[in-house]
């Protein structure tokens, strides 16, 4: 069973950065794509990104681009998610996933087989 383990949230204000982690307890991390993804108070799990798993690939929801970068670094185990101007609408627990064996960047959950607890991001306006 893999385990993931998010860190880096917090409280900041409109405008400011956060740069969450996702640190995974697989060996063979490299062999897993992997995504993060958010859920806000009263609203279901939503896609954020996801990064291939070599790092070559990655995809983004509309409304992060440019503002929110996701990277990897297998030889750590772990992955990122920098997040930059950030909105109220931001606010939500964040959620690292892995996925096994895929050469596409996964985009839906149940493209994933691992799951964080979640760390909280909270965006104040």
């Known amino acids: 069973q893999v385990q993931l383990v998010e860190s880096g949230g917090g409280l900041v204000q409109a405008g400011g950065s956060l740069r969450l982690s996702c640190a995974a307890s697989?060996?063979?991390?490299?062999?897993?794509?992997m995504g993060w993804f958010r859920q806000a108070p009263g609203k279901e799990r939503d896609f954020v990104a996801a990064i291939s798993r070599s790092g070559d690939n990655t995809y983004y929801k509309d409304s992060v681009k440019g503002r929110f970068t996701i990277a990897r670094d297998n030889a750590k185990n772990a992955i990122y998610l920098q997040m930059n101007s950030l909105k109220p609408e931001d606010t939500a627990v964040y959620y690292c996933?892995?996925?096994?064996?895929?050469?596409?960047?996964?985009?839906?959950?149940?493209?994933?087989?691992?799951w964080g607890q979640g760390t909280q991001v909270t965006v104040s306006s």
């Open positions: 697989e060996r063979t991390f490299g062999n897993y794509a």
């Open positions: 996933a892995a996925a096994a064996g895929r050469d596409y960047v996964p985009l839906f959950e149940y493209d994933y087989d691992y």
